[in-house]
């Protein structure tokens, strides 16, 4: 079974600095996508970034990045430039390229600081 | 565009009484799923349709839990009886085929206490 680990419950930073989130996972698949998805507070959950795992080149989408590193089956969001909107629970997940389901990590939650 | 609609968006319930949710998807997607949402948890998945097809259900707790996707279209998951466990929220998401983004759509949830 594939399992997503986000290591850090809680993460602090303040507007306008760099933030990074931490997720690991195990498969022995060769062929997957990750994903990072943002849900605010009693909002719904949307899609911040992915990464196709055959791809080496790190996703960005503006002020969010990632580092992923296969061989160490690491997958790390970076935020620049934080702003208070930022903040929100931040899930890591995980889809093999055959399947559809995402399996998902029990989340950062970030605050921002003023 | 509309997005996925989910109703109701909270309910409170005794335990052992029946509950109902109901999950719109974005329009043209045909892949449907619900997943539960535990406190302080990533959401899990429950069961997936492809169509009005129950192509993934191994997770959805059957002795209580039931789903439809009658037409394909809007879908509703049921409990009965409920129990205190079950208290979470219940997200809907839908997405398009085969689509290599992956991109699930999710609705805001429905928040369920089961008192």
């Known amino acids: 079974a594939q399992t997503v680990t986000q290591s850090q419950p809680e993460m602090s930073v303040q507007e306008a600095e760099t933030v990074t989130l931490s997720c690991t996972y195990d498969?022995?698949?060769?062929?997957?996508?990750l994903f990072w998805y943002k849900q605010p507070p009693s909002r719904q959950m949307i899609l911040v970034i992915r990464?196709?795992?055959?791809?080496?080149q790190n996703a960005t989408e503006n002020r969010f990045s990632v580092n992923f590193q296969k061989a160490a089956k690491s997958f790390s969001l970076k935020i620049s430039d934080s702003q208070l909107g930022d903040a929100a629970m931040y899930f890591c997940?995980?889809?093999?390229?055959?399947?559809?389901?995402?399996?998902f990590g029990k989340g950062t939650s970030l605050l921002v600081t003023p | 565009e509309a997005g996925v609609v989910q109703s109701p968006r909270y309910k409170i319930i005794e335990k052992k009484q029946p509950v109902a949710f109901w999950c719109n998807p974005i329009?043209?997607?045909?892949?449907l799923y619900w997943y539960r949402q535990n406190l302080g948890q990533g959401p899990e998945l429950l069961i997936r349709?492809?169509?009005?097809?129950?192509?993934?259900d191994s997770q959805l707790p059957k002795d209580r839990f039931s789903a439809e996707r009658l037409k394909g279209v809007d879908s509703t998951l049921k409990i009965q009886p409920a129990e205190l466990g079950d208290s979470a929220v219940y997200l809907c998401?839908?997405?398009?085929?085969?689509?290599?983004?992956?991109?699930?759509?999710f609705g805001e949830g429905s928040r369920l206490t089961v008192l």
């Open positions: 998401a839908s997405s398009f085929g085969h689509t290599n983004t992956g991109e699930l759509f």
């Open positions: 498969t022995s698949e060769s062929d997957y996508y």
């Open positions: 990464q196709e795992a055959y791809k080496q």
């Open positions: 997940a995980y889809r093999i390229n055959s399947g559809y389901a995402l399996n």
């Open positions: 329009s043209g997607h045909n892949t």
């Open positions: 349709y492809e169509n009005e097809e129950a192509v993934d």
